[in-house]
């Protein structure tokens, strides 16, 4: 479920569009303004402001927000205004250009979509077609639970056969399949790719899409509360998780935050922010308008 408050009236995509010409214009920025207008609308809503804005003031509502705003709050904002599918092409793009390719984000994405999202999203980057049915055959999950101990206890973990079975098979089937590699072999799947050296983080990205797969709330739980370690924010990270789930499955990554943390997420994130970057993700959090 999203967490976005959209107000049940809203205005036109002309007046939203005037509301933040104003919030531009005079000696600053006025972020709150910004906002109000931007945290409240869904994306169908934000791409009709972008493109009235653009027709009746004849420039780029990106390029203008990423001119009048800064720091954390100009990052999230600039990637919450891009339409979803462009979002996260973005995100991947970025990643795949990291000195050390990020290949947590790219995962993440790959194995959080549907596999409809997959073919809008990364055609370039994903090949197979992954069924999202919540049938199981049992036979199968044995088999291929089997499979998976022989290849990981040989140090095995580029054989074909691993990424055939987590590249292809329906999340149903496949935590049917971990299921019965933890009940057979007395560990799971992820602590069992953990053993050996892996100088090309080949094996960390597998054991990501492995969690992505098996239970994604409680994966976003782990990169949130990483995020917000004592040691400093990763804003980077708090922002991606916010600004990708807010309009798709964040008020179950919320409630699993709070079972996992004995706290909200909201406030974890008020302690752990300020000003303008922490209004933005409250609101994008649904908390008020």
């Not at 720091?71 to 793009?93: I, K």
Request: charged share 25%; with cysteine.
């Amino acid at each position: 479920m999203a967490t976005i408050v959209v107000p049940p009236v809203t205005p036109s995509p002309a007046e939203d569009a005037d509301a933040l010409l104003k919030a531009f214009q005079g000696w600053g920025t006025d972020e709150q303004a910004v906002i109000g207008v931007l945290a409240h609308r869904d994306a169908t809503q934000r791409k009709q402001i972008r493109l009235t804005y653009e027709e009746n003031y004849n420039e780029n509502l990106i390029q203008r927000l990423q001119s009048e705003l800064s720091g954390d709050l100009e990052r999230a904002m600039y990637h919450w205004v891009l339409d979803p599918v462009e979002r996260q092409a973005v995100m991947v793009n970025a990643a795949t250009k990291c000195i050390h390719e990020d290949y947590a984000v790219i995962v993440e994405i790959a194995c959080t979509n549907s596999s409809s999202e997959l073919l809008a999203l990364l055609l370039a980057l994903v090949s197979t077609y992954r069924y999202d049915g919540d049938e199981v055959n049992d036979a199968l999950a044995k088999s291929e639970a089997k499979i998976l101990h022989e290849t990981v206890t040989n140090g095995d973990i580029d054989h074909g056969e691993l990424i055939r079975i987590v590249g292809t098979r329906s999340r149903a089937q496949l935590n049917a399949t971990f299921s019965w590699f933890r009940d057979e072999r007395g560990t799971s799947i992820t602590k069992a790719l953990q053993h050996g050296a892996d100088p090309t983080g080949y094996s960390h990205a597998l054991r990501t899409a492995v969690r992505c797969i098996s239970d994604a709330n409680k994966y976003f739980v782990k990169v949130l509360r990483n995020a917000m370690h004592k040691s400093g924010t990763d804003e980077d990270s708090l922002t991606r998780v916010i600004v990708l789930h807010a309009e798709k499955d964040l008020k179950g990554i919320k409630d699993a935050f709070q079972k996992r943390a004995s706290v909200a997420l909201e406030k974890a994130i008020g302690n752990d922010t300020s000003g303008d970057y922490k209004s933005f993700l409250m609101a994008l959090l649904g908390s008020g308008i």
